[in-house]
């Protein structure tokens, strides 16, 4: 039996370590992430774990208040310039 960890899509996690890495960078709590994109910092960190899957509105609202595009947080590779550059 597989687990919802083998079976996510490897985007999710990729996404997740992206919004993680960028949130610390910029020094943004889990909390005051999840007040601005509106919704709970408990959500915010299931993201980050990669347990939740996350829909395009919610990406969007994240990628929003982290300053970045959307597309910075779905790439394989982050690029410093996205950590230094804000939207």
Do not use: C, P
Request: hydrophobic share 40%; charged share 35%.
């Amino acid at each position: 039996m597989d687990t919802e960890k083998n079976t996510a899509h490897r985007l999710r996690f990729i996404f997740a370590n992206n919004m993680r890495r960028i949130r610390r960078w910029k020094d943004i709590s889990q909390e005051a992430l999840a007040l601005n994109a509106n919704v709970s910092r408990t959500y915010i960190g299931e993201i980050e774990r990669g347990e939740r899957s996350v829909s395009i509105d919610i990406m969007g609202k994240i990628a929003d208040t982290l300053e970045v595009e959307l597309s910075a947080l779905v790439k394989e590779e982050i690029s410093t310039d996205v950590l230094l550059k804000t939207k």
